[in-house]
């Protein structure tokens, strides 16, 4: 990171994906206690990562159809406690420029946000630190956190369990839960995602499917990340959702996320 470039920090858990790709039967597993290596071999700073030693991690054991490309995911919870506000207040704000949530603990992460929110009040428009937050699962008390995001994320799971058919349907019902200005994201898969924004237009990209398809583990929050970092750095909303359509769409055409750069 160049000198005084500020960066982008995500808040979430961080599950171990155990993956067995297979023809006909799961291959045997190897030991995998490897996480924050592979976090730093992938050039993701872990030093705010909050250790807990007596703790196990959540882990999926994910088997991947080599003729398919489908998956089939057998998750184990595991004992870590989420990220609180007070292993939040260790972060500096002032060296970031974008904090994106994964909604998990809403009360403890609406604290963190209302944090950075005063931060901002003090701060010049272009210091301010922008909010993004993605709500995948549908459980009625992360639907608060979408109010708080500058940009908010929702899952084709989440629209579909409102009724809504499409990306499009889905953004036009729930827009009222953000906040006034805020942006609101939906990708669905093979069609592409759809996104508005303060302006209130409907932008749409189709997907970029890849000619053969390997390992779609990961895609979604390969499209987040991929728009987050469109955004941040000041690409317009169609060329920042149509960015995420295509890595999103070349991590499906390859194992794990070595390649896609």
Known sequence: MAAGEKRILCVGLVCLDVISVVEAFPAEDSDTSFVL????RYGVDARHAVRQPAGRLPASIVIASTSRGTRTILHAGGNLPDVTARDFERVDLSQYKWIHWEA???????????????????????????????????????????????????????AQHFGY????????????????????????????ADAVGPDGELVHSDAFPPETLVDTLGAGDTFNAAVIFALAEGKSLQDALTFGCRIAGKKCGIEGFDGIV
């Open 104 to 158: 998990r603990n809403a009360g403890e992460q609406a604290a963190m946000v209302r944090r950075v929110e005063r931060h901002n009040q003090s701060r010049p428009a272009g210091e301010r630190v922008r909010i993004s937050v993605e709500v995948e699962k549908p459980r009625e008390e992360l639907l608060p956190l979408m109010a708080l995001g500058h940009v908010v994320f929702i899952s084709k799971d989440l």
């Open 165 to 192: 058919r499409s990306a499009a349907e889905a953004l036009r019902g729930l827009r009222h839960r953000v906040q006034p200005g805020a942006t609101l994201i939906c990708a669905w898969a093979e069609a592409g």
């Open 37 to 40: 290596d592979d976090l730093r």
